[in-house]
């Protein structure tokens, strides 16, 4: 069942800017690692950002200066900060725990991100 819940998506002109947010609980923010994905229509899932549970990222080269992950372990929530929006980053976007490649939660919702040009 659903552990992470992701919001903050929406539609946004080319150049704006979205603030996701993903919510969990227990110990899965203390204690994993934390990442960022999308799918877009016809693509396959992929990882957009990661961070680790002492807090340093990593970046797709695609939102590389683009987009920032963050964590906050005592409230249990991951943010992706997105800027300088282009249409190429439509798509939902996921949060999951991670563990190398794997991810260790199912999938939730995702939220919905639109960037028209």
């Known amino acids: 069942q659903v552990q992470l819940v992701e919001s903050g998506g929406g539609l946004v002109q080319a150049g704006g800017s979205l603030r996701l947010s993903c919510a969990g609980s227990g110990s899965i923010f203390s204690i994993n690692d934390m990442g960022w994905y999308r799918q877009a229509p016809g693509k396959q899932r992929e990882l957009v950002a990661a961070?680790?549970?002492?807090?340093?990222?990593n970046y797709a080269d695609s939102v590389k200066g683009r987009f920032t992950i963050s964590r906050d372990n005592a409230k249990n929530t991951m943010y992706l900060q997105m800027n300088s929006l282009k249409p190429e980053d439509t798509a939902v976007y996921y949060c999951?725990?991670?563990?190398?490649?794997?991810?260790?939660?199912?999938w939730g919702q995702g939220t919905q991100v639109t960037v028209s040009s």
């Open positions: 999951n725990a991670k563990w190398g490649t794997n991810v260790l939660y199912s």
């Open positions: 961070i680790t549970r002492g807090g340093s990222a």
